[in-house]
């Protein structure tokens, strides 16, 4: 049976209301969580002496001014190690499969 007009136009009315409503929440946790990413920031920088703040912008600003080279670098790696890092892949998911889950309780018999 088939949605008359009537139908269909309040479906897109509210399936637009619903996006608009999703999407200023979506928002609303981003700039939450910049915010709060902020604060943890100023608390951390807070906690440091004037030589360790100097470090860790120095080792930031590095970082970002070489992340081009360090990207080739990790690159090359992995291209020259691709057997041996694929090797290590396969005994860590072998290991992962065959443990016990995470969420299992061991219970006593009585």
């Avoid at 409503?21 to 700039?31: G, M, N, V, Y």
């Avoid at 608390?43 to 360090?70: F, G, P, T, V």
């Amino acid at each position: 049976m088939p949605f008359t007009a009537e139908e269909l136009e309040a479906m897109r009315i509210a399936d637009a209301e619903i996006e608009r409503e999703f999407e200023a929440s979506r928002s609303a946790q981003h700039a939450d969580a910049e915010i709060s990413k902020w604060l943890d920031e100023l608390a951390i920088n807070d906690r440091m002496d004037h030589k360790q703040l100097h470090s860790k912008r120095y080792q930031r600003a590095y970082r970002e001014a070489h992340k081009d080279e360090a990207a080739a670098r990790q690159r090359a790696y992995r291209e020259a190690h691709k057997d041996e890092i694929a090797a290590r892949r396969r005994v860590y998911r072998a290991r992962k499969k065959n443990a016990a889950p995470d969420n299992c309780s061991v219970r006593s018999g009585t």
